[in-house]
């Protein structure tokens, strides 16, 4: 099946400082890619709806200035959490489409964002 | 988006098939019935989806039901690398909405 890879596995950093988050369909174009987040026993929740060439589309409550999108391109979509906190540690995950409709969303191996 | 309702957890003995319901009573004619598992400090995977059939592939079945407004996730053999947290999502061409999900526990 269609394989979706996230960079880095995991990240430790220090407060204040910038991480960025990569997401890249590997054998498929993405036209839309998702990104989520998920806390300790917790369900994954939607952050950001990610289109190819245009703005991100947030969810209530994300800071679009904290947690910047970008998708240059049809295989890359990129997470940048900007002035971290510990409070933003958590696990972040990518997802992606292909644009045809009702097939399956392909999932990354997730990120683990750890700020100290 | 329509919701979906799951036991919190189940258990299951190794080598035994474990069936999974879900209630989606407000299911919309369009919606497609999909489920994906969650290992432990993993990104969710793929299991199956279906809209009005049953379905099979390798992993698993799934039953629908004829008003489609429940179905049952059917793994035949559980193993021990089926433990792991399955989410039942309903979904048209948007984005997935994940409910808290069954925990399944396999019992060895």
């Known amino acids: 099946g269609a394989v979706v890879s996230q960079h880095p596995s995991w990240v430790i950093c220090k407060s204040g400082t910038s991480v960025k988050i990569e997401c890249r369909s590997l054998?498929?174009?993405?036209?839309?890619m998702f990104w989520y987040r998920q806390f300790p026993k917790q369900s994954l929740m939607l952050m950001a709806t990610?289109?190819?060439?245009?703005?991100?589309?947030?969810e209530q409550g994300v800071e679009k200035d904290k947690f910047l999108i970008n998708h240059a391109s049809l295989t890359l979509s990129t997470l940048t959490v900007t002035s971290a906190h510990p409070e933003d540690s958590s696990f972040y995950i990518c997802?992606?489409?292909?644009?045809?409709?009702?097939?399956?969303?392909?999932f990354g191996q997730g990120t683990r964002l750890t700020v100290v | 988006d329509a919701k979906t309702t799951q036991p919190n957890s189940m258990e299951s003995n190794e080598e035994e098939p474990v069936h999974l319901p879900c209630n989606h009573s407000t299911i919309s004619g369009t919606d497609y019935i999909h489920w994906y598992r969650q290992l432990p400090s993993q990104g969710p995977e793929y299991v199956i989806h279906?809209?009005?059939s049953n379905v099979n592939n390798r992993m698993a079945s799934l039953a629908i039901a004829e008003d489609r407004k429940s179905s049952t996730l059917i793994l035949h053999r559980a193993t021990l690398r089926d433990a792991a947290v399955y989410y039942c999502?309903?979904?048209?061409?948007?984005?997935?909405?994940f409910g808290p999900g069954t925990r399944l526990s396999v019992l060895p």
């Open positions: 990610s289109n190819e060439g245009s703005k991100a589309t947030y």
């Open positions: 999502i309903l979904n048209y061409g948007q984005n997935f909405v």
């Open positions: 054998d498929f174009q993405a036209t839309t």
């Open positions: 997802s992606a489409e292909s644009g045809t409709a009702n097939t399956e969303a392909f």
């Open positions: 279906g809209l009005t």
